[in-house]
């Protein structure tokens, strides 16, 4: 029957590989997660395709400070939108390029944009095929009211040169909103809602969407397959965190709440584990050598 001594020592050698282990699995989860984490004052930024009839694009942000670009979207076609992706606050060259085509080759259009920390953008392909321009749109993230959803509409139909949004039943989303100008955000009720969508006093086009609480939206008005109009719903954050839209990706990232910069929330937890476990092997060692002393005085 094995002695009190040795029953200690296998507890603490237990203990101790129960902390190697917590701590891999800690480190284990940082590595998984390191090339999303980032650190906290990023800026978000994503990319939207959205002038009608344009083959599909890459959209690519290069800092004027030197450094590597980054892809925003490496293949757009009309309609879609990337996920947010973080950046440095600073300078950025903004490229569209044909889909596939090398970051290093001339870019199709061009721009400029200063993006700061803690702000979002959009970076929006717009106009005609005839005419297309990149604008930067602002991201208003604030959350909205208990019960509500925030919504901007961005006319982004060719057919029309204005449009209005209205919702069955409900209120008036935009009311002769100008192509490619996207509108201020405004609070509505959420839920299911049919919105029609109207220009120069033709026939309404409509279209069903789910606005989930505490959801912040863009309304895209794009040309549907047929003629008429079709609404794409971009959700831009959702949840009462209003995390940007591909930043809850980053789950305990850098900017998790009560996490020192740049240091995962896993790790963290891992750590703690570490300690506590440390602390309990610790305790027991000093209270064996007491006893030891005890017994031979």
Same mark, same amino acid.
Not at 80 to 86: C, G, L, N, S, T
Not at 128 to 134: A, T
Not at 275 to 296: E, M, N
């Given at each position: 029957?094995?002695?009190?001594?040795?029953?200690?020592?296998?507890?603490?050698?237990?203990?101790?590989?129960?902390?190697?282990?917590?701590?891999?699995?800690?480190?284990?989860?940082? *590595?998984?997660?390191?090339?999303?984490?980032?650190?906290?004052?990023?800026?978000?930024?994503?990319?939207?395709?959205?002038?009608?009839?344009?083959?599909?694009?890459?959209?690519?942000?290069?800092?004027?400070?030197?450094?590597?670009?980054?892809?925003?979207?490496?293949?757009? %076609?009309?309609?879609?939108?990337?996920?947010?992706?973080?950046?440095?606050?600073?300078?950025?060259?903004?490229?569209?390029?044909?889909?596939?085509?090398?970051?290093?080759?001339?870019?199709?259009?061009?721009?400029?944009?200063?993006?700061?920390?803690?702000?979002?953008?959009?970076?929006?392909?717009? @106009? *005609?095929?005839?005419?297309?321009?990149?604008?930067?749109?602002?991201?208003?993230?604030?959350?909205?009211?208990?019960?509500?959803?925030?919504?901007?509409?961005?006319?982004?139909?060719? *057919?029309?040169?204005?449009?209005?949004?209205? %919702?069955?039943?409900?209120?008036?989303?935009?009311?002769?909103?100008?192509?490619?100008?996207?509108?201020?955000?405004?609070?509505?009720?959420?839920?299911?809602?049919?919105?029609?969508?109207?220009?120069?006093? @033709?026939?309404?086009?409509?279209?069903?969407?789910?606005?989930?609480?505490? /959801?912040?939206?863009?309304?895209?008005?794009?040309?549907?397959?047929?003629?008429?109009? /079709?609404?794409?719903?971009?959700?831009?954050?959702?949840?009462?965190?209003?995390?940007?839209?591909?930043?809850? %990706?980053?789950?305990?990232?850098?900017?998790?709440?009560?996490?020192?910069?740049?240091?995962? @929330?896993?790790?963290?937890?891992?750590?703690?584990?570490?300690?506590?476990?440390?602390?309990?092997?610790?305790?027991?060692?000093?209270?064996?050598?007491?006893?030891?002393?005890?017994?031979?005085?």
């Amino acid at each position: 029957m094995p002695s009190t001594a040795h029953r200690r020592q296998r507890s603490t050698r237990l203990s101790l590989l129960l902390a190697v282990l917590v701590g891999a699995l800690a480190l284990s989860g940082w *590595s998984a997660s390191s090339a999303r984490a980032a650190v906290p004052g990023d800026a978000w930024v994503r990319a939207a395709h959205l002038v009608p009839g344009l083959e599909a694009m890459q959209v690519v942000a290069r800092p004027l400070s030197g450094g590597s670009p980054s892809v925003l979207a490496e293949r757009a %076609a009309y309609g879609d939108v990337a996920p947010y992706q973080r950046l440095t606050p600073g300078d950025y060259s903004v490229e569209l390029r044909p889909a596939g085509a090398p970051t290093s080759s001339a870019p199709m259009l061009s721009s400029t944009v200063v993006v700061e920390a803690g702000r979002a953008y959009t970076l929006a392909g717009l @106009g *005609s095929l005839q005419s297309p321009r990149l604008a930067t749109l602002k991201d208003d993230l604030t959350p909205p009211a208990a019960g509500t959803v925030r919504v901007r509409l961005l006319p982004a139909a060719s *057919s029309a040169d204005q449009v209005t949004v209205a %919702a069955v039943g409900g209120p008036v989303v935009a009311r002769d909103a100008v192509f490619g100008q996207p509108t201020a955000y405004a609070a509505v009720p959420a839920g299911r809602w049919t919105l029609q969508t109207t220009s120069g006093g @033709g026939d309404p086009t409509s279209t069903t969407v789910d606005l989930a609480a505490g /959801g912040i939206y863009t309304l895209a008005v794009v040309d549907r397959d047929g003629g008429g109009f /079709g609404i794409q719903v971009v959700t831009d954050a959702a949840g009462s965190a209003t995390m940007p839209v591909g930043g809850a %990706a980053t789950g305990g990232g850098g900017t998790a709440a009560g996490s020192p910069a740049g240091v995962p @929330g896993a790790v963290l937890a891992g750590a703690a584990l570490l300690a506590v476990v440390g602390a309990r092997t610790r305790g027991r060692a000093v209270r064996s050598q007491r006893r030891t002393a005890a017994r031979s005085s």
